[in-house]
């Protein structure tokens, strides 16, 4: 079991002025094992924050996050995380930013370079072990990226926007070969993303969340499996819904 | 001057982002640079000797390129020339090493920790605007006429480039490596400083150190000069002016040139071979 459990949620940001930002307000969530959530909502309302509150990146200010009934203190490798910037280390060859996480356990050697060449050969890069990150493309990295986070066999896997910054079709295969990963590894993923089209493609639960302070506004059940078709008649159904809650909520009439 | 030689041993190419010219054309472009620069010396030579044979004749005021030969054989089978490479050589190895085993770690605890920054950065506020040359009096009453004393005039020069440069490298980190270091499981500071921060800052602080080889290098022959030692490249240079030598000062000059000239190139080699291939040769 991988339950996330997060209560009451509060998180404000101080300023320079001794006010505060309020980023989030009361935000309640159970994330049940082996979900699929992703985080939709307008832009600046907090949803990356939330990702990193449950990473252990942000503290909360009132609230908890909880993990099978053990509260987040910090960060922690059974919790993984993809950054959406470029996050792999420069100096170390794809084989060692995999093995990264087991080397901070005190695996040896021979044995991590095992377990990180099963997750590389996983995102299919066997034959870029030995490259270096400037050597790679942008998916190619964020798929690194993932093996990385995977090969720490972490409880949760978070994702901030991990494909936000490709094109358009390097996202969509990312998206099949996140699906994919998913199935074979039975992780729970929260996913932020400010593609609704993305949401509704990959989750199984989709949570809304309403504009600064953020707070959830609602959660759609998507109960299809996968793979989808998104030129499907109900898939533009539940984006439009999806994208009339954002809009209405960042341009109230 | 180094940023301009960094731009210069760019291929054209690379520069302007274009990549037509075939392996062929960047030979024939790389015979064509060193046929040139040869050329250019040799102009050079021509001219000097002209001009201090047939014009100022008086080898006192302008040694000309053969009496400098003949002094360079002159003092290199005397063996003095060796062994005053060899002594400025001691005096630059021990000022670089002192300034590299403490300029990289108090670099790292101001740049990582900031109670150090605070309770650190007064100090160096006051102490790095004292060239290096002011420190020679105290080096003589400390160390006497010896190789540390020279060494020590050296590190003033060499430690506040080393230091500015991994604190700024530590200041400069990208968070997110720091934070993906946490979250993969880097619990203390040492373990993050020793497996994130401190990989990522080797680059600049290469680019520091030479710097600090740089400024090191100008301070050896200052403080040779003004009498911290008693032999060496610099002290020769302005023993041989008292005895109005004027050839083997020239001497002199140009080995201070070429070896400060060689010690940057075999430094920049070694570390743009062997530590930084992820960098992809953008090092300084």
Same mark, same amino acid.
């Given at each position: 079991m991988s339950g996330v459990s997060i209560q009451n949620l509060n998180k404000a940001f101080p300023k320079e002025d001794g006010t505060a930002t309020q980023a989030l307000s009361g935000v309640d969530l159970e994330i049940g094992d082996t979900e699929f959530i992703c985080l939709v909502g307008p832009s600046g309302c907090g949803k990356t924050t939330l990702l990193r509150i449950i990473a252990g990146l942000e503290t909360a200010t009132i609230g908890k996050v909880t993990i099978d009934d053990r509260p987040v203190t910090g960060p922690d490798p059974k919790r993984g995380m993809v950054f959406q910037e470029y996050s792999l280390f420069p100096w170390r060859r794809v084989i060692d930013n995999v093995a990264f996480g087991l080397e901070m356990k005190g695996m040896g050697k021979d044995e991590r370079r095992e377990v990180a060449d099963r997750y590389i050969d996983m995102v299919g890069l066997s034959q870029f072990r030995d490259a270096y990150p400037y050597e790679l493309s942008g998916g190619m990295r964020q798929r690194v990226a993932i093996a990385r986070a995977l090969a720490n066999d972490p409880d949760v896997l978070l994702m901030d926007?991990?494909?936000?910054?490709?094109?358009a079709q390097t996202r969509n295969r990312m998206q099949k070969e996140l699906l994919s990963l998913w199935q074979q590894t039975k992780k729970t993923i929260v996913f932020v993303t400010h593609s609704v089209d993305e949401a509704v493609y990959l989750a199984t639960r989709i949570v809304v969340l309403s504009p600064r302070p953020g707070s959830i506004q609602e959660i759609i059940d998507i109960p299809w499996t996968h793979p /989808?078709? /998104?030129?499907s008649a109900e898939f533009a159904e539940v984006r439009r819904k999806v994208l009339r809650m954002i809009d209405e909520t960042e341009n109230p009439q | 001057m180094k940023y301009w030689r960094i731009i210069r041993d760019e291929p054209l190419s690379s520069r302007f982002g274009t990549n037509q010219t075939t392996g062929q054309e960047d030979m024939n472009r790389k015979t064509q640079k060193r046929l040139l620069g040869i050329a250019s010396l040799i102009t050079v030579a021509v001219i000097w000797q002209i001009v201090a044979q047939f014009v100022v004749k008086r080898s006192f005021i302008l040694p000309s390129v053969t009496d400098v030969a003949a002094a360079f054989v002159n003092l290199l089978e005397s063996g003095t020339l060796v062994a005053d490479i060899v002594v400025s050589f001691q005096h630059f190895g021990i000022g670089l090493l002192a300034a590299f085993l403490l300029g990289v770690p108090i670099g790292i605890l101001m740049g990582w920790f900031r109670v150090a920054d605070f309770f650190l950065d007064p100090i160096i506020e006051v102490l790095r605007p004292i060239p290096p040359l002011a420190w020679i009096p105290f080096a003589i009453i400390w160390f006497g006429l010896t190789t540390q004393a020279a060494g020590f005039v050296i590190f003033v020069g060499a430690f506040f480039p080393i230091l500015t440069a991994t604190y700024t490298a530590f200041r400069s980190i990208p968070k997110v490596f720091v934070e993906a270091g946490k979250v993969l499981g880097c619990d203390t500071s040492f373990e993050l400083i020793r497996h994130v921060a401190l990989p990522a800052a080797v680059p600049a602080i290469a680019s520091g150190i030479r710097i600090a080889m740089g400024v090191g290098w100008m301070c050896l022959v200052a403080a040779e000069m003004f009498g911290v030692s008693r032999s060496g490249l610099g002290y020769q240079l302005w023993h041989n002016y008292y005895l109005h030598q004027m050839p083997n000062v020239v001497v002199y000059m140009l080995i201070l040139g070429f070896a400060g000239l060689a010690i940057d190139r075999i430094f920049r080699n070694y570390v743009d071979q062997k530590l930084l291939r992820w960098h992809a040769g953008e090092v300084a």
């Open positions: 926007e991990p494909f936000g910054a490709l094109d /989808r078709d /998104r030129t | -």
